[in-house]
Each structure stands twice: as C-alpha cells, then as structure tokens.
C-alpha cells in the first residue's frame, strides 16, 4: 500500500482544514487508517483513526470535537477534517495503514501502522 498525503497549508487560528490521504493497493478496505501528527522538537502522536468499515473511530482528546476522520472506500481514501484549528496543532500530518494482527487492530499505536505516507505540513498562524 502507498499513501499520498495533502491538503496541508498555512492557515489562521480558527480556520479549517481538510486532509486527504490517497492509497494504492487493492487492500486498502481492510485496513484501519490512522492520522499522527509531529510537532517541532516533539515526537509523533496519534491523532485520530477509523477502523476498516468506518464504524469505528477514534481521537486523541486534544482533536475531539474538532476534528473528523472519515474514508471513502470506492476512492481509495481517507480525510481528515479539521476545524476550530489552534497553533498548536501546528506539525506535520501523516496518514498511515494498519492490517490487521489476528483480525485486530490498534488503532492508536504507531508501532502497529506499517504504511506511512511522506506527511504533509499545516501550520497554523495565531
């Protein structure tokens, strides 16, 4: 599976913004799809992920009711909508690919996503 990753820009506090993350690979539909994030001088954090059927989703309590994850199957990609966005959600935004480990998932541990896509940058200005 390959990630292609974009839709970040620089934006104003209070602004919104949407993420895509685009996938080759006919697997895509069994993966959970993962959003992390890494701030200057920080380490990677998990953000937001919908599981295979998008019945599930998760976020870290830093984006809850801010930001939205979503994917579209027949396209092959998930999103990532963010609005009321704060300086610091400034980083780079990587979507990532997890398969599932004896029909489970993660979710939130980057240790367990084994596709990455390059990340795509957002800052946001105060």
């Known amino acids: 599976v390959q990630l292609q990753a974009s839709g970040g820009g620089l934006v104003q506090a209070g602004d919104s913004l949407r993420l895509s993350c685009a996938a080759s690979?006919?697997?895509?539909?069994?993966?959970?799809m993962g959003w992390f994030r890494q701030a200057p001088g920080k380490e990677r954090e998990f953000v937001a992920a919908?599981?295979?059927?998008?019945?599930?989703?998760y976020y870290a309590d830093s984006v809850k009711g801010r930001f939205t994850i979503s994917r579209d199957d027949t396209k092959s990609t998930v999103y990532l909508q963010m609005s009321s966005l704060k300086a610091e959600d400034t980083a780079v935004y990587y979507c990532a690919a997890e398969p599932p480990v004896s029909g489970r998932y993660s979710y939130t541990l980057s240790s367990k996503y084994i596709y990455w896509g390059q990340g795509t940058l957002v800052t946001v200005s105060s």
């Open positions: 690979g006919r697997t895509f539909s069994s993966y959970c």
């Open positions: 919908i599981s295979w059927s998008g019945s599930r989703l």
